[in-house]
């Protein structure tokens, strides 16, 4: 299948039928299935699911950084500005990490090296994809600390990890990912151990950087806030497929995929003006499916409350337009329902 | 009685004394709660908010005496746990009971399920072993498992039916009084809603009353129906939910209502946003706690700690201004 989205001179990313494997207990399982999607100059895209739905292994093939053994990237294309990331060499992969698409992590406390000082490790990034003198480096990671908000950054590029607040770490992180101005950010739940305060402040930083610089970013979340905050386009994971694609506010108003349906309905959200009583929350009932076990048609139907016997056959993409696409075959009937009006 | 208050905490203070940071130095004091005061009527869910750090989940640990009060009064249902001796305190824990965080760690990976459900019924030695078994297959179908899983061990389970499990451990004795630290923020989006309800449908069938922690003001205004929002160790405001997103008063409350990102792009409420983070709890920031990161602060909140005072009827706030309209 073709990704529906058309590419354009904007584009700096784009993948292309994406499918990584895993080899568990001799068995191969599909971790990722058929994935396409593209990333323009300044957009935001967000990717969200439950976890186990491969949104983090999606962001981990982009870099090429798939734990192997066991897994393993069985077929597709990551286009970056042109060239293909799945067959470059390891040699070439190394220089584009971190210098053209680079990530941020969940946890600012695991992702920073606790032996060296952050000055130290931010430098570092810099002389591994640069020719500067040490000297040069250190002061250019004075001036990123500062990029990122970091109050009295003379001081702070001298502190190890466990003297930052978790904020603090996190922009640290971003600070480290900013380096060498990659053209692609990927961010993988940034905020996810931070709090709400904290995380407004982050977001903030993020925007502002990528107004400055243009860079495209990846949001990899379970919370559809903070997608909603960031967001442009938004692409639904569940159980290594992406079942729903759209602009933010397609997906938030008229989500087509019954799945994409509960998973907003089943968040509660804050009201302004609260009812007195409580309502129960709708809730998709059932558990996410075990990827060990092979999955025939639908991934989702076994929990929809729409599955019919075609969903035993695994639906394609149905292009709505736009960029808009949905892997439902309810879809394919409100086109025919469509073309028939 | 004449009050229909089950739990009633007074002037609660928990301090930590810390290692010596050199030989002879003094120890110093980690303030983790400092001076709450709140009520939960039968039956009813109060919600303790706050970002990490606030000393909510030491609140609620020391209102069961898992945490020791430095200081203050926990009266339940009349009768002051402070006072009271290992017996009974034994004897009155079978009227409260706590679900905590992360259904990961708080199930021992050795037991079985049932064993962990069991175990409260067998420490408080209830009826005959075979009523103890009863009582687990009860509690199994009242929190939606099968009664076939008791043999199962915790790996075996996903988060949010190991959840289901820490309830049913918590619902085995019958008790009044839950406490819920953060019990679905550990759990996926969809999972936390069949929780949450599950969570309301026990409420209601079993008359339970409810002390709710957590971080997600979109989860405690589903949940409570009163809330207390607190700021190191102290509650600075204070409401039925209604009203807190209603009206929030509160600087801080407002700042932490502005600061949750809104699914709709068009409903974007005005931007407060805090430099720096939370002080550090051993080191409070003298008169208001708040001054530090406040944009409305004075010299008088430098000076001068506000007290929790009613400022409408059923709005407690602890504020020396009326900031909401300024």
Same mark, same amino acid.
């Given at each position: 299948?073709?990704?529906?989205?058309?590419?354009?001179?904007?584009?700096?990313?784009?993948?292309?039928?994406?499918?990584?494997?895993?080899?568990?207990?001799?068995?191969?399982?599909?971790?990722?299935?058929?994935?396409?999607?593209?990333?323009?100059?300044?957009?935001?895209?967000? %990717?969200?699911?439950?976890?186990?739905?491969?949104?983090?292994?999606?962001?981990?093939?982009?870099?090429?950084?798939?734990?192997?053994?066991?897994?393993? %990237?069985?077929?597709?294309?990551?286009?970056?500005?042109?060239?293909?990331?799945?067959?470059?060499?390891?040699?070439?992969?190394?220089?584009?990490?971190?210098?053209?698409?680079?990530?941020?992590?969940?946890?600012?406390?695991?992702?920073?090296?606790?032996?060296?000082?952050?000055?130290?490790?931010?430098?570092?990034?810099?002389?591994?994809?640069?020719?500067?003198?040490?000297?040069?480096?250190?002061?250019?990671?004075?001036?990123?600390?500062?990029?990122?908000?970091?109050?009295?950054?003379?001081?702070?590029?001298?502190?190890?990890?466990?003297?930052?607040?978790?904020?603090?770490?996190?922009?640290?992180?971003?600070?480290?990912?900013?380096?060498?101005?990659?053209?692609?950010?990927?961010?993988?739940?940034?905020?996810?151990?931070?709090?709400?305060?904290?995380?407004?402040?982050?977001?903030?930083?993020?925007?502002?950087?990528?107004?400055?610089?243009?860079?495209?970013?990846?949001?990899?979340?379970?919370?559809?806030?903070?997608?909603?905050?960031?967001?442009?386009?938004?692409?639904?994971?569940?159980?290594?497929?992406? %079942?729903?694609?759209?602009?933010?506010?397609?997906?938030?108003?008229?989500?087509?995929?019954?799945?994409?349906?509960?998973?907003?309905?089943?968040?509660?959200?804050?009201?302004?003006?609260?009812?007195?009583?409580?309502?129960?929350?709708?809730?998709?009932?059932?558990?996410?499916?075990?990827?060990?076990?092979?999955?025939?048609?639908?991934?989702?139907?076994?929990?929809?409350?729409?599955?019919?016997?075609?969903?035993?056959?695994?639906?394609?993409?149905?292009?709505?337009?736009?960029?808009?696409?949905?892997?439902?075959?309810?879809?394919?009937?409100? %086109?025919?329902?469509?073309?028939?009006? | 009685?004449?009050?229909?208050?089950?739990?009633?905490?007074?002037?609660?203070?928990?301090?930590?004394?810390?290692?010596?940071?050199?030989?002879?130095?003094?120890?110093?004091?980690?303030?983790?709660?400092?001076?709450?005061?709140?009520?939960?009527?039968?039956?009813?869910?109060?919600?303790?908010?706050?970002?990490?750090?606030?000393?909510?989940?030491?609140?609620?640990?020391?209102?069961?005496?898992?945490?020791?009060?430095?200081?203050?009064?926990?009266?339940?249902?009349?009768?002051?746990?402070?006072?009271?001796?290992?017996?009974?305190?034994?004897?009155?824990?079978?009227?409260?009971?706590?679900?905590?965080?992360?259904?990961?760690?708080?199930?021992?990976?050795?037991?079985?399920?049932?064993?962990?459900?069991?175990?409260?019924?067998?420490?408080?030695?209830?009826?005959?072993?075979?009523?103890?078994?009863? *009582?687990?297959?009860?509690?199994?179908?009242?929190?939606?498992?099968?009664?076939?899983?008791?043999?199962?061990?915790?790996?075996?389970?996903?988060?949010?039916?190991?959840?289901?499990?820490?309830?049913?451990?918590?619902?085995?004795?019958?008790?009044?009084?839950?406490?819920?630290?953060?019990?679905?923020?550990?759990?996926?989006?969809?999972?936390?809603?069949?929780?949450?309800?599950?969570?309301?449908?026990?409420?209601?069938?079993?008359?339970?009353?409810?002390?709710?922690?957590?971080?997600?003001?979109?989860?405690?205004?589903?949940?409570?129906?009163?809330?207390?929002?607190?700021?190191?160790?102290?509650?600075?405001?204070?409401?039925?939910?209604?009203?807190?997103?209603?009206?929030?008063?509160?600087?801080?409350?407002?700042?932490?209502?502005?600061?949750?990102?809104?699914?709709?792009?068009?409903?974007?409420?005005?931007?407060?946003?805090? *430099?720096?983070?939370?002080?550090?709890?051993?080191?409070?920031?003298?008169?208001?706690?708040?001054?530090?990161?406040?944009?409305?602060?004075?010299?008088?909140?430098?000076?001068?700690?506000?007290?929790?005072?009613?400022?409408?009827?059923?709005?407690?706030?602890?504020?020396?201004?009326?900031?909401?309209?300024?």
């Amino acid at each position: 299948m073709n990704n529906p989205s058309v590419e354009s001179e904007n584009t700096v990313l784009s993948v292309e039928n994406l499918c990584v494997d895993f080899t568990i207990r001799g068995k191969q399982v599909h971790i990722l299935s058929d994935i396409n999607f593209t990333l323009g100059r300044g957009e935001t895209l967000g %990717i969200i699911g439950e976890s186990g739905c491969g949104k983090s292994m999606t962001a981990l093939a982009l870099m090429r950084m798939v734990p192997s053994p066991p897994g393993w %990237i069985s077929a597709g294309r990551v286009v970056l500005n042109g060239e293909d990331l799945i067959k470059a060499t390891e040699k070439r992969i190394r220089n584009i990490r971190g210098a053209e698409i680079s990530m941020i992590f969940q946890e600012p406390m695991t992702s920073l090296n606790p032996v060296y000082t952050v000055g130290n490790q931010i430098a570092e990034t810099i002389r591994r994809h640069r020719d500067v003198r040490r000297a040069e480096a250190w002061k250019e990671a004075i001036d990123l600390l500062d990029i990122v908000d970091i109050p009295s950054p003379e001081r702070r590029v001298r502190e190890y990890p466990h003297q930052l607040s978790g904020g603090m770490r996190q922009r640290v992180m971003i600070a480290m990912s900013l380096a060498c101005e990659p053209k692609v950010l990927i961010a993988d739940e940034p905020t996810t151990a931070l709090d709400v305060t904290v995380q407004a402040q982050i977001f903030d930083l993020l925007k502002k950087i990528q107004n400055d610089r243009g860079t495209g970013i990846i949001l990899i979340t379970h919370d559809f806030g903070a997608v909603a905050e960031m967001a442009d386009r938004v692409l639904v994971m569940y159980a290594g497929h992406t %079942i729903e694609e759209g602009s933010l506010d397609e997906i938030a108003d008229s989500a087509h995929h019954p799945y994409t349906k509960g998973l907003l309905r089943s968040m509660p959200e804050i009201d302004d003006d609260p009812d007195d009583v409580r309502k129960p929350l709708p809730e998709i009932p059932g558990t996410v499916p075990d990827l060990l076990r092979s999955i025939e048609g639908c991934p989702f139907a076994p929990r929809c409350t729409f599955a019919m016997s075609k969903c035993r056959d695994l639906p394609h993409y149905f292009d709505l337009g736009n960029g808009r696409s949905v892997k439902c075959w309810l879809a394919q009937e409100d %086109i025919q329902a469509k073309e028939q009006a | 009685m004449t009050n229909n208050n089950l739990l009633k905490v007074e002037g609660l203070k928990v301090h930590f004394k810390l290692k010596r940071p050199h030989l002879f130095g003094p120890r110093p004091t980690l303030y983790a709660v400092d001076g709450v005061n709140f009520e939960i009527s039968r039956g009813r869910t109060l919600g303790l908010v706050g970002e990490s750090g606030c000393g909510k989940t030491t609140s609620g640990l020391s209102v069961l005496r898992l945490v020791e009060p430095t200081e203050g009064k926990i009266v339940f249902d009349g009768i002051n746990l402070c006072s009271l001796k290992a017996g009974a305190l034994l004897e009155i824990r079978k009227r409260m009971q706590i679900i905590f965080q992360d259904p990961y760690s708080s199930l021992n990976p050795r037991q079985t399920a049932g064993s962990i459900v069991r175990d409260p019924l067998d420490i408080q030695e209830m009826g005959s072993s075979k009523d103890r078994n009863d *009582r687990v297959s009860e509690l199994f179908s009242l929190v939606g498992l099968r009664p076939n899983q008791k043999e199962l061990f915790p790996h075996q389970f996903s988060g949010g039916q190991r959840q289901r499990i820490c309830i049913a451990r918590a619902l085995a004795l019958n008790p009044d009084f839950i406490v819920c630290d953060e019990p679905v923020s550990a759990l996926d989006v969809a999972i936390q809603a069949q929780i949450l309800n599950l969570l309301c449908r026990l409420q209601e069938e079993l008359n339970l009353t409810f002390l709710f922690i957590s971080h997600d003001l979109a989860v405690v205004q589903h949940i409570c129906d009163d809330i207390a929002v607190m700021y190191l160790g102290t509650i600075v405001e204070k409401t039925n939910r209604k009203e807190l997103f209603k009206n929030p008063m509160h600087p801080y409350t407002r700042t932490l209502l502005s600061a949750i990102p809104s699914r709709r792009s068009s409903k974007k409420l005005e931007r407060i946003r805090l *430099r720096g983070d939370i002080p550090n709890p051993v080191n409070i920031p003298s008169g208001c706690r708040f001054h530090t990161r406040c944009m409305y602060a004075e010299e008088l909140c430098r000076t001068e700690e506000p007290k929790l005072i009613e400022k409408q009827a059923g709005h407690w706030e602890s504020c020396h201004f009326e900031t909401t309209t300024l």
